[in-house]
């Protein structure tokens, strides 16, 4: 399974962007999707997921900001990223893995999904 991710750039403070992610492949394994990203010198964090039946889960940092939804025809997943801060400045990664994600995100690392995207930069200029 691949995942490719697209709809990054900079964008000035309080603007909006949309990212998303088409995997390709044998998808039909895939169950949780979700979104993470890495700043520098920070520890990657878990921002969103959503498992195949909809369930949504949310970092706090983002919570009321973001949406995660999945479009289940074409198996691309999307993250609308609103009211965007400086500190939202990151590579925001999609990952997938075939199994269900029951518990809470902060539980959720880089080990925890089996495919990973190229990555997309997410730039928030103050």
């Known amino acids: 399974v691949q995942l490719v991710e697209s709809g990054g750039g900079s964008v000035q403070s309080g603007g909006s962007l949309r990212l998303s992610c088409a995997p390709a492949?044998?998808?039909?394994?895939?169950?949780?999707m979700a979104w993470f990203r890495q700043a520098p010198g920070k520890e990657g964090e878990a921002v969103a997921l959503?498992?195949?039946?909809?369930?949504?889960k949310y970092a706090d940092s983002v919570k009321g900001r973001v949406t995660i939804s999945q479009d289940n025809a074409k198996k691309t997943q999307y993250l609308q990223l609103n009211s965007l801060k400086s500190e939202d400045t990151a590579m925001y990664y999609c990952a997938a893995r075939p199994s269900r994600c029951d518990v809470g995100i902060t539980n959720y690392n880089q080990r925890s999904f089996d495919y990973w995207g190229q990555g997309t930069q997410v730039t928030v200029s103050s």
């Open positions: 492949g044998y998808t039909d394994s895939l169950y949780c």
């Open positions: 959503i498992n195949s039946e909809g369930t949504t």
